[in-house]
């Protein structure tokens, strides 16, 4: 391997891959996951073979005490774990376990808000002379009234809540119970450092920060303008709410305290539907590694989507920053369900998966969708997402992307012994990780060999990024250079079988395809893409 390649960080060769902790592998019969259950699945994520998936880092939601009133986004103790998943011991073993594994691992950093049981919130509602006070987000309101028109999210009301015993409103944007603290108090944020230390000295090797361009608000408390919007969906514009441009200074102090300790990271999620905002707070390279970049999931099945998306993203970042790429979260349908299309839903899936994998940036992964996992329709009186029973019916609510992860066909899916806190999803038994492990030709195969055959290329780990855009846009064709040595992908994104004609890119021999042998020499100035096709030549 080149120099270059061990020069470059972890992060940018990495492929993450998120655990919804509750749903991963429950080991103590109480149909919860755990902290235990994980470890106990860490060689299926890499045991340093090829017959292991192979990802690089796993990212854990929230596992911290919490109410879980918004099922551990409301955090009342920064620095434990929550005994629904285990102890701290737990997590430490869990650490030791990924590190000996050469596994990465990243805390979710939820600290836009608490929980209203969280000891600073208890003791700021307490008095308006509370030291803590200020810690949190107070107003007197207007004779009465909400100080303005925010507006919180999952409870379809005034984000201002007025609280008994001061008679004072405080902030909350998600549930009621999610108060926001306030980073313009310096204790506070000697308090919040003092938590990104305590896990940065434990060893985690960095954190993906919770909605990080809600930290600060505007001075004057102005009011957003209405604007509905679908997708996603919304019903303002958060020019005062969030998107404050002092929230870009708290980045750098932030990043300035993960840069003393080496090689930690920070992914930060800045939920928007605009690429040039997430984008800025990578700043000049001195706030977050990485601001996720969601176009993926709200794109349609479309060739000619995906490319704008991508582009647009290649140009937007300031030079020397690095992309990354998103297919499905915790918080959205799962893509395979969003691009499902009956028979030919497996197909996509895998032009999805071989696009995430080859792209130049980091891609995450989402727990499940390795072996397809679909999302799952909940009936209502099943709702946990306390999101999904608000808006019921009008949205589904997130608890369809979060069922349990689909292990074997045994009862409840060798997720856990007891009745799952969320269902299954009931094709679990004919899909699941032990059936496809042991089938060259599933779905969990083919990530396989695209994790191991990415960790092998450095031309995919950091390559140029070089597309060959195409008219009409029924595919996409681009190549990856890295030190003279090129891998071509193309990918067909219909049922169609597609003649080729790119002599700009050269003749290869198959490296990775659907349809084709490796090794099988191609002419890609004359040749045909079969329905769906994936094809990596080198
Ligand atoms: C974004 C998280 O991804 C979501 O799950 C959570 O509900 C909100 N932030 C509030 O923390
Ligand atoms: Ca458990």
Wanted: a neutral charge; proline letters at 6%; glycine letters at 6%.
């Amino acid at each position: 391997m080149s120099s270059d390649l061990h020069a470059a960080p972890w992060w940018q060769q990495g492929v993450i891959y998120q655990i919804y902790p509750r749903s991963f592998q429950d080991s103590n019969a109480d149909g919860i996951g755990d902290l235990r259950g994980i470890i106990s699945r860490l060689d299926y994520l890499n045991d340093g073979t090829e017959k292991s998936l192979g990802v690089d880092a796993i990212w854990l939601s929230p596992c911290y005490p919490s109410p879980m009133s918004d099922f551990g986004y409301d955090i009342s103790d920064y620095t434990d774990i929550d005994p629904l998943f285990g102890t701290l011991q737990d997590f430490h073993e869990l650490l030791q376990e990924a590190h000996r594994r050469g596994i990465k691992v990243i805390m979710d950093l939820v600290i836009n808000h608490t929980s209203d049981q969280h000891p600073w919130f208890i003791e700021s509602r307490a008095s308006k002379a509370s030291d803590k006070r200020d810690w949190y987000i107070w107003h007197a309101g207007n004779k009465g009234k909400p100080p303005n028109n925010w507006f919180a999210g999952f409870e379809l009301k005034s984000a201002w809540w007025r609280d008994e015993t001061t008679q004072e409103f405080y902030l909350a944007t998600f549930t009621r119970h999610q108060p926001e603290v306030n980073w313009r108090n310096a204790q506070l944020k000697e308090a919040m450092f003092a938590v990104i230390r305590f896990w940065l000295e434990m060893g985690v090797d960095g954190y993906r920060m919770d909605t990080v361009n809600w930290y600060l608000k505007d001075e004057l408390w102005r009011n957003n303008p209405w604007h509905l919007q679908l997708n996603p969906p919304d019903l303002q514009r958060h020019i005062y709410d969030r998107n404050r441009p002092e929230t870009h200074g708290l980045c750098r102090d932030i990043r300035r305290l993960l840069d003393s300790y080496s090689e930690r990271m920070l992914v930060g999620e800045i939920f928007c539907d605009d690429a040039r905002l997430a984008a800025e707070y990578y700043g000049k390279s001195d706030e977050l590694h990485l601001a996720f970049n969601f176009a993926f999931l709200f794109q349609p099945w479309s060739a000619k989507h995906f490319h704008h998306k991508i582009v647009e993203w290649e140009n937007l970042l300031p030079t020397g920053c690095w992309p990354n790429y998103t297919l499905s979260n915790h918080d959205q349908p799962r893509h395979y369900t969003r691009y499902a299309q009956g028979t030919w839903s497996e197909p996509r899936a895998r032009v999805a998966a071989a696009l995430l994998l080859t792209l130049r940036g980091t891609p995450f992964l989402y727990y499940g969708e390795e072996i397809g996992m679909a999302n799952r329709h909940i009936a209502r009186r099943e709702l946990q997402d306390p999101m999904g029973k608000k808006l019921w019916p009008l949205l589904p609510g997130r608890d369809g992307a979060r069922t349990p992860m689909q292990w074997d066909s045994s009862p409840h899916g060798g997720f856990s012994f007891a009745k799952p806190w969320l269902p299954l999803n009931p094709d679990y038994p004919v899909k699941n990780v032990v059936g496809q492990a042991g089938d060259a030709q599933s779905l969990f195969s083919f990530y396989r060999r695209l994790l191991w055959l990415r960790k092998k290329t450095p031309a995919l780990l950091l390559g140029e990024y070089r597309s060959f855009a195409t008219t009409p846009h029924d595919f996409l064709a681009y190549q990856r250079s890295y030190n003279g040595e090129s891998v071509s992908v193309l990918l067909n994104f219909t049922r169609r079988r597609l003649r080729i004609h790119l002599p700009q890119l050269p003749t290869g021999r198959v490296l990775l395809s659907t349809h084709r042998g490796e090794g099988e020499k191609v002419d890609t100035a004359h040749m045909e893409l079969q329905a769906y096709e994936v094809l990596l030549l080198a």
